[in-house]
């Protein structure tokens, strides 16, 4: 269980300090001494550690440690080394507490052993119910829905690559007259309600997005929403196909103005033109 204990933490200073108990009472010295050192060292240089705050009420010592090193070095038949650790503990026991440790240099000096500290029997881990319940996995998200999704009765749930986005329409010459979308051709031209709307020559192509009720259509053309009358709109013929681009048609293309054309003068008898015969007139004079 101690082995356990100390492979999930391996930091566990009290962990090794009880292993290293269990280690002597089997007689397993060298692996009781290696216990004892590993749980010094983890005690970090501190004089002690407070394991109530975990669940165990005790307190292990840094002097505890030494003390229990000492007595397995005793059972080694180390005695040199047990009374320099003895030494050690009497420097991080409390001032005034040195007692016990002087009877222990006493049994050393006579070579005879000394018995190892260890846990309280009947003391165990008991963590706060606040603090074992949260080692229950919990399902703070819930189970998740599709709530929006531009592809039709999408119930994926989960993580995947990307998938074929379908476009939310498809474009196409082919317009029934019946269809609420698809591109039409204006039959009369038709003359801007406001500024801010372009002219339409009898058949101009158009968009038509959706259909009302109220006999209007909704159409996109150059970039612009337009409402157009239904009754003055017909599906565009296959003859159309060539003219419509990919998708809703592009805005109008901008071309660069071109070059302003200047009237050249005629040449004079001589063989310049006028305009090199004023300029030489003009530095005459100057």
């Excluded at 681009?245 to 071109?258: D, E």
Aim: charged fraction near 25%; proline fraction near 8%; glycine fraction near 6%.
């Amino acid at each position: 269980a101690f082995d356990q204990t100390v492979a999930k933490d391996n930091s566990l200073a009290v962990g090794f300090f009880q292993r290293g108990f269990v280690h002597l009472q089997l007689e397993m010295y060298e692996e009781a001494l290696s216990d004892y050192q590993m749980a010094f060292r983890h005690l970090r240089k501190n004089p002690f550690i407070d394991y109530k705050q975990l669940g165990l009420r005790y307190i292990l010592y840094a002097w505890e440690v030494l003390y229990s090193t000492a007595a397995v070095q005793c059972q080694l038949q180390q005695w040199q080394e047990a009374r320099v650790t003895l030494e050690k503990a009497v420097v991080w026991r409390p001032e005034g507490r040195t007692a016990i440790l002087d009877l222990a240099l006493e049994r050393v000096q006579n070579c005879l052993v000394l018995e190892p500290m260890h846990v309280p029997l009947g003391e165990f881990f008991r963590p706060r119910k606040k603090e074992v319940e949260q080692l229950d996995s919990k399902d703070f998200l819930g189970k998740p829905k599709v709530i929006s999704s531009i592809i039709p009765n999408d119930e994926y749930i989960g993580f995947e690559p990307l998938r074929f986005q379908k476009q939310v329409y498809e474009p196409s010459a082919d317009a029934l007259p019946d269809s609420e979308s698809g591109y039409c051709r204006l039959l009369p031209p038709r003359c801007p309600a406001g500024a801010e709307e372009l002219p339409l020559r009898a058949g101009t192509l158009v968009f038509v997005l959706a259909r009302g009720e109220d006999g209007w259509a909704t159409a996109i053309h150059d970039g612009q929403k337009l409402r157009i009358p239904s009754s003055l709109l017909e599906p565009a013929s296959r003859m159309d196909k060539g003219k419509i681009s990919n998708g809703i048609p592009l805005p109008p293309a901008q071309v660069p103005p071109s070059r302003l054309q200047v009237k050249e003068k005629p040449e004079s008898p001589g063989g310049e033109s006028a305009s090199a015969n004023d300029a030489g007139a003009q530095t005459d004079s100057k």
